[in-house]
């Protein structure tokens, strides 16, 4: 079964400009949860969708945020971004909505300049 | 909110011997999941081992196991006969009822030849 896959995996942008980030969860899976990871602050959560719905969202401007598609494939969006949004960002998946173990990508490394 | 510390920012050990990762984390729940995550320099998020918080009984994976002291709020993970492939950043990782994962700062392990 494949895993996780996000795309594009890296990707240079300006300030100001606004981003689309894709992830496609392993086949089955319907929970996909997004994190950003930058040196110094960590892997941090940004959300977690569900069946198309948002249902847990982390503590990030609303300059960030996302959407799942019917088949669990999610994009997330930042907007006006900022040089503090280069960072990794992961996306991860797991089969059930709760207490389900989650399985990344590989992350797309974005570089705001 | 819950807290994941992991207190050794870097760590190493010779091949093929035993190692211990520390990790204390902190929360009000009683019903939780913890994980262990390795990413080596490809920067792909594996999961090494999970601990269910309603089990008594250590999780072990091969070469890996836990010692997970719930009233201690202590998750340590051993790796035995370390391999060159071991090294990584290793990320102590908690999940409670909202499905956020809240990660530690992650310790750097090298293993040595």
């Known amino acids: 079964k494949a895993g996780v896959t996000q795309t594009p995996r890296y990707l240079i942008k300006t300030r100001g400009q606004q981003v689309t980030l894709s992830c496609s969860p392993i086949?089955?899976?319907?929970?996909v949860s997004w994190y950003q990871q930058t040196p110094g602050q960590g892997l941090q959560f940004l959300f977690e969708y569900f069946s198309e719905t948002q249902r847990n969202k982390g503590n990030f401007p609303g300059r960030f945020s996302g959407r799942q598609f019917s088949n669990s494939r999610s994009e997330m969006n930042v907007s006006t971004l900022e040089l503090g949004d280069s960072a990794l960002y992961l996306c991860?998946?797991?089969?059930?909505?709760?207490?389900?173990?989650?399985?990344f990508g590989p992350g797309t490394r974005l570089t705001v300049l | 909110a819950q807290t994941v510390t992991q207190s050794q920012p870097e760590m190493s050990v010779q091949e093929a011997e035993t190692v211990t990762l520390s990790c204390t984390y902190d929360?009000?729940?009683?019903?939780?999941?913890l994980f262990w995550y390795k990413q080596p320099p490809s920067r792909q998020m594996i999961l090494v081992i999970r601990q269910e918080a309603y089990k008594q009984q250590n999780a072990t994976e091969n070469r890996f196991s836990v010692n997970f002291q719930k009233a201690a709020k202590s998750f340590s993970l051993k790796i035995s006969d370390s391999q060159l492939g071991d090294t990584a950043m290793y990320f102590c990782?908690?999940?409670?009822?909202?499905?956020?994962?809240?990660f530690g700062a992650g310790t750097r392990l090298t293993v040595k030849p």
């Open positions: 929360t009000s729940e009683n019903n939780y999941y």
């Open positions: 991860a998946s797991s089969l059930v909505e709760r207490a389900d173990t989650q399985y």
């Open positions: 086949s089955g899976h319907r929970s």
């Open positions: 990782a908690f999940m409670g009822y909202n499905n956020d994962m809240r």
